[in-house]
């Protein structure tokens, strides 16, 4: 099965060069859902969709030019390129064009350089129906695989995925690492629960902006909202919990009115209760598991605020001589062992490194934690842009939520795969919004230029009428 898996990516990745650009991220949304952890034996770096779509889009590079010179999309765009390369340059492991071209494809095609791409190729998209159809499908066959996950308590989809992987590696032992875990998660198609729990929660956020811009019927939204609410619970992540709730009340808080603010607050009690009342024996239970990432309740699993001031007094230990630039790339996978998984790990202090925050200290120093800030601030700093111009809510609100989400959930948990996703869906929305924007305004002008046209003429008839 795991030969099928890898066709089947190969196949999304020639497919780049062929179809469409908007149908270019309905390709990058079905391998982030479907075929995450997915990759070619041979080549696995270099062709993949990512990559694929990366080498596609430079046939277009007059637009990205055109694009870049006149907005602000440039400004990101710079403050990524200029953490490269300071990265590239205080890093010891990086070595050759090899180590450069290695750290070129983690950092800018397979995390943050994949929304320039995907905002461009947006402002191709005539509707989002094709989109919408890939990821009610996705979302979909991800519920399948969660329910037959749960069934069964095993990951079969996973053990698929890793037939090939090492045996001592850290993605080798996703099959069973939650299956007999002391705290039992549901996968579904991720190597990591948690990264199931979170494209859940982008799906949801996703589909309130569909139905908020009257995109997708009712009947569609409450299904995908069921799907999308049984990854979220069945992940077992506590931090998903505490995004849902931050991404939720963003979202609220701009896309809607004060009155139905409070329609939606009331709709939230009323079912928060319900639950409460049919649950009643495991309420109590259920606020322990939550109040444990405050405690250090050792009943429960998982991280707390105990184990990230443990992690956090760990880094600062490792960077007191290198607080400005940190220790370099590549230093907590290949220095301190953790990339041969936990049998090579060297301070298991740092088992799990909790938060994004951290692993940019221990590797970028205060230069780069503050070059990751200026980053998202920038990106926020256009959701608001864009708004300004196109007077587009819906598109404030999922950004920002979605935003807020992917820093409360990388500084909790770590970012994981959630970089891909986040990115795309807000290259996605924001390409969409500048698209329906500028059709509206050639739209205006050609009714301007027909309104003077027919001006022109009945005062050509005035003129001859009066002549007569």
Request: aromatic residues 14%; contains cysteine.
């Amino acid at each position: 099965m795991h030969a099928v898996l890898t066709y089947i990516v190969l196949f999304l990745s020639l497919l780049m060069f062929f179809v469409k650009r908007e149908h270019k991220v309905c390709l990058l949304i079905i391998y982030m859902l479907c075929f995450n952890g997915v990759s070619l034996p041979v080549l696995g770096n270099i062709i993949s969709p990512l990559f694929c779509f990366f080498l596609s889009e430079l046939f277009h590079y007059k637009q990205y030019y055109r694009v870049f010179k006149k907005t602000d999309i440039k400004y990101p765009l710079i403050i990524l390129l200029l953490g490269i390369i300071i990265l590239a340059i205080s890093s010891p492991h990086i070595e050759g064009a090899n180590g450069i071209k290695d750290l070129f494809l983690d950092q800018f095609i397979r995390r943050y350089g994949i929304i320039f791409f995907v905002i461009v190729a947006s402002l191709s998209m005539k509707s989002q129906k094709p989109m919408i159809v890939v990821t009610f499908v996705c979302l979909l066959l991800l519920t399948g695989f969660g329910l037959l996950n749960l069934v069964t308590k095993h990951a079969i989809y996973i053990d698929w995925v890793i037939t090939s992987a090492d045996s001592d590696s850290v993605f080798a032992e996703a099959g069973s690492k939650y299956t007999y875990d002391e705290r039992f998660r549901v996968q579904s198609m991720f190597a990591s629960p948690f990264d199931y729990g979170y494209a859940c929660l982008m799906l949801l956020l996703y589909y309130l902006y569909l139905l908020k811009g009257r995109l997708i019927g009712r009947k569609i939204f409450y299904i995908a909202v069921a799907c999308c609410s049984f990854g979220i619970v069945t992940c077992g992540c506590r931090t998903l919990l505490a995004c849902l709730i931050i991404g939720g009340i963003i979202y609220a808080i701009f896309a809607y009115d004060f009155n139905s603010k409070i329609k939606l607050a009331l709709s939230a009690l009323f079912i928060l209760f319900s639950i409460i009342l049919v649950m009643p024996d495991e309420f109590s239970k259920q606020v322990s598991f939550l109040s444990s990432a405050f405690t250090d309740d050792q009943t429960v699993g998982g991280s707390s605020i105990t184990m990230r001031q443990t992690q956090t007094a760990a880094v600062i230990y490792y960077i007191q001589n290198d607080m400005v630039l940190g220790r370099g790339y590549g230093f907590f996978n290949d220095d301190l062992g953790w990339s041969e998984g936990p049998s090579g790990a060297v301070d298991r202090d740092l088992f799990g490194l909790e938060g994004v925050y951290m692993n940019l200290l221990l590797e970028r120093g205060i230069v780069g934690l503050v070059l990751y800030a200026l980053y998202w601030i920038t990106l926020i700093w256009i959701t608001c842009s864009i708004y300004k111009k196109a007077r587009d809510k819906k598109t404030l609100a999922l950004n920002l939520s979605v935003i807020g989400s992917y820093l409360a959930f990388a500084n909790m948990t770590g970012e994981l795969s959630s970089v891909p996703i986040t990115l795309t869906l807000i290259g996605l929305s924001s390409g969409y919004a500048l698209k329906k924007r500028s059709a509206k305004r050639i739209l205006k002008s050609e009714l301007s230029k027909e309104g003077e046209k027919a001006s022109a003429l009945n005062a050509n008839k005035t003129i001859s009428h009066a002549t007569v």
